[in-house]
């Protein structure tokens, strides 16, 4: 069964310290990882997808990595307005058309002024 | 483009009524997929939706059901309401060639 676990599941930043967000996952064959943002009650906001260990992509604060078991969401000077939770999913399988994602429970990222 | 649009925002309903929610898929999207989201939890894959067919389903009941029409928007129904069901409701859209998915803003659904 595909599984996709991040931690931490809160994490509490001063403006301006730098910190990284993991998730790891187990999947039967990666077709890709992919990293959303998501502010309380609207829908997740796509950022990042990663195809392959050793790819990297970055936007703006945020720099987004890949091995073959886990992704970092590096987020670099954060500022307040970063502050929301940071999904991480996974989808698998090379079946034709588009497999489901497999979410992560999130990363709940406050950052103070 | 206006992305992809889901409505209503917010909704309350009784146990055991029924209720239909719809989406209506990013410029270029033809596939939809549903996902409810339980407060503090990832979201969760209901189904999927392909030239007007259910291509695959996750671990919901049958009073769980969808359509899609030939302009690819997508409407969810859940009959037999449960307090349980409570939930935001999310609409992914994606190309079958691309696989980037796309969420809406997501219909936030109250049983009482």
Redesign the interface.
Known sequence: EDQ?TQSPEALRLQEGESSSLNCSYTVSGL??L?W?RQDP??????LF?LYSAGEEKEKERLKATLTKKESFLHITAPKPEDSATY?C?V?AGWDS??????????TRLSVIA | DAGVTQSPTHLIKTRGQQVTLRCSPKSGHDTVSWYQQALGQGPQFIFQYYEEEERQRGNFPDRFSGHQFPNYSSELNVNALLLGDSALYLCASSSDVNTEAFFGQGTRLTVV
């Open positions: 996709v077709r890709g992919f959303y009650g609207k829908g997740p906001e796509f997808t999904l999913a989808q058309g588009n497999t489901p994602l497999v979410f992560g429970k999130g």
